[in-house]
């Protein structure tokens, strides 16, 4: 029987075999190309970043600071502009040409706008969301929702322009128009 010369030795390291014929300083001597490819990376990491343009130079970075000339809370007023048919919260019972008093909210931040529209009836709630253009051209929609299982919601858009610090619009659901005007309050 032939014995394998390094299984036969007392020493445990002479018994793993080498995966190479190099001796151990040729290992060690193989360690400093790998440092000097991580250098070689790292620089041009660094000069891929000084060459690239500056934010202020990038359009989608330069949309998004004059999108944040818009960015606050807005309120105001929601007026009955128009009720076609002659429908109105009184008669429909679904609330969509119901006029109030009540303080209307929105906010915008990013480009994307808020508005939530309050009913006298508090179990009647629309939400709209929707965008702000780079030119303050705003546009939403939504749907109203309820606690109660016999409404049926409906659904709403809102459309206007950003001028200064105030929003002009119109919001439009059901056979209702809406004149919307909301002032920066912060």
């Known amino acids: 029987m032939t014995t394998i010369g390094f299984l036969d030795s007392a020493s445990p390291k002479a018994a793993v075999p080498r995966r190479h014929g190099l001796k151990d300083e040729a290992c060690s001597r193989r360690r400093p190309p790998a440092r000097i490819v991580g250098w070689t990376l790292g620089l041009a990491v660094v000069a891929c970043l ?93 749907t109203t929702v309820s606690k109660s299982p016999t409404y049926r919601p409906f659904g709403a858009h809102l459309h206007g322009n950003m001028e200064g610090d105030e929003f002009n619009g119109e919001l439009s659901m059901q056979d209702c128009a809406f004149a919307v005007k909301l002032r920066k309050t912060s």
């Open 50 to 142: 000084v060459a690239s343009p500056s934010p202020a130079a990038d359009p989608s970075a330069s949309g998004a600071q004059s999108l944040a000339r818009f960015d606050g809370n807005y309120a105001g007023t929601i007026t009955l502009v128009q009720a076609r048919g002659g429908r109105n919260s009184v008669d429909s019972g679904s609330g969509a040409c119901e006029t109030n008093t009540l303080g209307q909210k929105m906010w915008i931040s990013g480009g994307q706008v808020y508005l939530d529209r309050k009913y006298n009836n508090p179990d009647i709630r629309l939400l709209l969301s929707g965008t702000v253009g780079l030119e303050g051209q705003v546009s939403a929609g939504g």
